[in-house]
């Protein structure tokens, strides 16, 4: 390209003065740039002429058309005007154009928008002018202004379909009507026009792979409930799943209002294993039985149901469930825990000894034998917990290994033979007899909250726990009475019986125990009638703390606390008249009750207004021991939400730099809290560098946390960690939790998870929330509870305990081994088409071990699956349209 001439200044003869010089230079910059930018300038200008001279004939052609076109328009004839805006309209529809790109009809007729404008304002009423509008509204869209007027020409146009004016003319549409309709509702104006477009562009969208932009529309002019007429077995799963994802980012009580409608959807589509699972986020005890009613002479599907409510530990009401009663009471689930173990090869107990590897340890020296003999008793409930067998308690020659435990040690140490057989009740109660008449009297209380423990979950006729344990409630002895009821909240937790209230609830009055035996007392109602919100059962509560003034902030009192806060787990607004009630009560008790009724009560719901009330409460510039439940309670309401997990992480970081020391020693559990059974590499990081923290309960917080966010996942690198810090503590008191966290780490020998979460993570298990809520409050004291006389508390963990495992089976309930793939998987959220729901899979046969964020879909179509998520116990049917191919293609995977 020709440059422009740049004229060089010639410096004057005799200039050898310096300042001459710096002055000629510095005149030669300013010219040179002067030059520079005017000679940009001219570049810019002759690209520009070169763009507007090397338009194809065809363009200008087409340019010169719609210039004419748009003079003929203004015509006073009107039949000459109409003709011109037909042929307009024609060329705009006509046009095609990339996606990156506007078409070029509304790129040359950009610039008579104005004029367009302005004739439309001189136009006689008719014809031409709504044609003309039409067009307005089309060229408004790429004229780009704030003023909605797409909208404002669409609905002074024509009233022509929308259709033909193609997708982003509507997408565009829809955002204003979205805006114009919340400006109407504040100003009490009429919405019947907008809603009329509505009822054009749904169907549109909903035709045209756009199901999230016609639900996002439909929210917002609050008209959902019409998504109903264009639901068919094509779209109903996209908009179901996007619902669904939204309910979370709305606030109540339209989240309840959405869900309801996937559960609706879902029934009308006959997907009854999907509605259940709505109706389980809902909790709404009245939608479970009427989606159980539909299907009640379905077998088949009425056993899967089953299995859905069983893992979720409800029952339906005022429905017969006779017929899969075994089911729904979880009479088989050790016979199902068995089949896996026989499969995987793991059914031969293990020793302690074998998950500590001591012998490959530098240092062997043994601190306090009492205590690693009542941790190697934990370790071995934890790794051999379900098989029914050990070498230590169950072994059929007896060890006498509760001998070598002192006093409350040989508590727990019988107790744990609870673990080891549980869910087995018919072999496992023959097991724990021997210990319950033994005349060593922390032997029998062993071996009642042995009984609660092994049937903790499980449904039975017989009422076994009850039995067994009713008639030690009223015992002289207060460690039989708290081992009894202990044992009573772990085995009925959820179930909300009445008789087990009327049998526990006049233990609160009673006036010679101490704050140890009212907070188990608590703990085991709020326990049963979890997330019930009883008001009987809330009065009581918050009478008892009343009575017991200032024993309410004792240690163990945050247990009774915690109770109060079970009633109203997950029930937002319902838990607001406790709250107020609980400010009558002063001081630190009323405090703490407070702060645990919030947590709980929006426990997973990721409420952003109550985790910045924690965090305000954490910022008082005060040392206030109940910082740290703040700080728990954050993890709390924040869970299960994966970027309010994200976030978490983030304050916590600020947290450690800035916090008091309260603070500091609630952080490692609740980091343990927000991901139970899923060892987050970022987690694992901070969790190791707090377990050498210098104060002694930060350094224990963290080890636990270690175990517990590695719960059953036999995790090589927290393994590494914990082999590690056993060393480092060889002499230490840390020395027990480290021995804690390696057996909670091979929980189930790696086959089981404590995390609440199942269902491909979509709801929420509260009898397992209650289990870890239960051990972390005990860890905010972990020096007066847990390493000393409540150590029994570790043992709160068994209501959160399931096997992580896939499992398929026959119409007849007998295992069916198929392919299936597992990977990690996919957020399909909002995606067109049929996406992949999983990546990085790898094709096993049933059954097969699922981890937190793993998913399973089958390898062959020889079965359908009678639910769409497949985790847990899955009920197969023969597929009648099988490929001929399918089983030669199952055998090579």
């Known amino acids: 390209m020709p440059q422009k001439e740049v004229t060089i200044p ?14 000629d230079n510095k005149d030669t910059e300013e010219k040179n740039t002067t030059t520079n930018t005017t000679t940009k300038d001219n570049k810019k200008d002759k690209k520009k002429d070169k763009k507007e001279e090397t338009l194809s004939p065809e363009d200008e052609k087409l340019k010169n058309d719609l210039e004419l076109l748009v003079e003929r328009s203004r015509d006073e004839k009107e039949e000459i005007a109409l003709a011109a805006l037909e042929a307009l309209k024609t060329e ?11 078409p070029k009809p509304l790129k040359f007729l950009r610039n008579h928008y104005s004029t367009l404008v302005d004739i439309y304002k001189n136009s006689k009423e008719g014809k031409a002018k709504t044609s003309l509008a039409d067009i307005l509204s089309v060229l408004a869209m790429a004229n780009g202004n704030d003023e909605r007027d797409t909208l404002k020409y669409k609905l002074l146009g024509s009233g022509e379909a929308i259709a033909s004016w193609g997708h982003e003319y509507v997408k565009h549409l829809a955002t204003e009507i979205g805006v114009e309709y919340d400006i109407k509702k504040e100003e009490n104006q009429s919405v019947e026009d907008l809603l009329k477009l509505v009822d054009e562009i749904v169907p549109f969208q909903m035709t045209h792979n756009a199901e999230p932009e016609a639900c996002d529309l439909l929210l917002e002019v609050e008209q959902l409930s019409k998504i109903f007429q264009y639901i068919d077995e094509n779209n109903y799963s996209r908009v179901c799943l996007y619902l669904f994802k939204c309910s979370y980012y709305v606030p109540g009580p339209d989240d309840i209002n959405i869900l309801k409608v996937c559960v609706e959807i879902y029934i009308k589509m006959k997907q009854y294993p999907d509605a259940l699972r709505v109706a389980m986020k809902i909790s709404d005890p009245e939608l479970i039985t009427e989606i159980f009613k539909l299907v009640e002479n379905n077998k088949s599907i009425l056993q899967q149901l089953g299995f859905l409510v069983a893992r979720q530990k409800i029952v339906p009401d005022n429905f017969n469930y006779d017929s899969i009663s075994d089911i729904i009471n979880n009479s088989k689930l050790s016979e199902y825990f068995m089949n896996l173990a026989t499969d995987l090869d793991i059914r031969e107990p293990k020793l302690p000894e074998e998950i500590f590897q001591s012998h490959l340890d530098s240092t062997s020296a043994i601190a306090d034998s009492a205590r690693m003999n009542l941790a190697s008793s934990f370790v071995n409930a934890f790794v051999n917990a379900g098989f029914g067998k050990d070498k230590l308690m169950t072994a059929e020659e007896d060890t006498k290994w509760w ?6 040690g040989i508590l727990s140490t019988v107790a744990s033979t609870g673990m080891v057989v549980l869910w087995d009740i018919d072999g496992g109660l023959t097991k724990i007899d021997k210990f319950l008449y033994s005349q060593e009297k922390h032997c029998s209380n062993g071996a009642l909250m042995a009984i609660g423990m092994l049937t903790s979950g499980i449904r039975s006729e017989m009422d076994p726990a009850l039995s067994l344990l009713a008639e030690h409630i009223n015992s002289s002895n207060t460690g039989t009475r708290i081992s009894a009821i202990f044992g009573l909240g772990l085995a009925y937790a959820g179930t909300q019986r009445q008789d087990l209230m009327s049998l526990l609830s006049p233990c609160l009055d009673d006036d010679k125990e101490k704050m140890e035996f009212i907070g188990i007392v ?9 997330g019930s919100c009883d008001p009987e059962l809330s009065t009581l509560f918050v009478q008892t703390l009343i009575q017991r003034g200032t024993a309410a902030s004792e240690s163990h009192a945050r247990f009774l606390h915690l109770g109060l806060g079970l009633l109203y787990l997950g029930k937002q607004d319902a838990a607001e008249l406790a709250l107020e009630t609980l400010k009558a009560i002063e001081g630190k008790g009323g405090e703490y009750a407070r702060l645990t009724v919030e947590a709980c009560a929006y426990a997973g719901t990721g409420n952003v207004l109550k985790v910045q009330n924690m ?3 954490c910022s008082d510039g005060q040392e206030n021991p109940h910082h740290g439940l703040a700080v728990l309670s954050i993890a709390l309401i924040a869970m299960g939400e994966e970027l309010g997990s994200d976030m978490c992480l983030r304050m916590f970081d600020h947290l450690l730099q800035k916090g008091n020391v309260h603070i500091k020693r609630a952080i490692p559990l609740a980091l343990g809290l927000l991901s139970p059974s899923n060892p987050r590499i970022a987690i694992m990081d901070i969790l190791s560098k707090l377990s050498h923290d210098n104060d002694p309960e930060v350094a224990q917080g963290a080890i636990l946390s270690l175990g517990l966010i590695g719960a059953g996942t036999n995790n090589a690198r927290i393994g590494g960690m914990l082999r590690a810090l056993a060393v480092f503590y060889g002499k230490d008191v840390h020395l027990f939790f480290v021995r804690i966290a390696q057996g909670l780490l091979h929980l189930g020998k790696g086959t089981m998870t404590i995390n609440p979460y199942h269902s491909d993570r979509t709801l929420m298990s509260p009898v397992a929330v209650g289990g870890l809520l239960a051990l972390l409050h005990a860890g905010l004291d972990i020096k007066n509870i847990l390493s ?7 043992f709160s963990i068994v209501c959160s305990m399931y096997p992580r495992m896939l499992m398929t089976l026959d119409e007849d309930l007998k295992p069916l081994p198929v392919s299936v793939r597992v990977g990690q998987s996919v957020d399909i959220v909002g995606l067109a088409g049929k996406p992949k729901t999983i990546t990085g899979f790898q094709t096993h046969t049933t059954p097969v071990l699922l981890g937190y964020n793993e998913r399973a879909e089958l390898a062959t179509d020889d079965y359908i699956p009678l639910t769409n998520i497949l985790e847990g116990i899955v009920i197969l049917k023969p597929n009648p349209n099988a490929s001929v191919t399918s089983p030669l293609a199952s055998k090579k995977n």
């Open 615 to 617: 965090l305000h409460f």
């Open 522 to 530: 608590g703990l085991a109602l709020g326990l049963i009638f979890i």
């Open 92 to 102: 705009i529809r006509s046009s095609t154009s990339s996606m990156t790109s506007v």
């Open 10 to 23: 010639v410096p004057a003869k005799g200039g050898s003065n310096k300042e001459e010089d710096k002055k």
């Open 403 to 408: 001998f070598k435990n002192r006093e409350l």
């Open 788 to 794: 000393t006389q409540s150590h029994y508390l570790f």
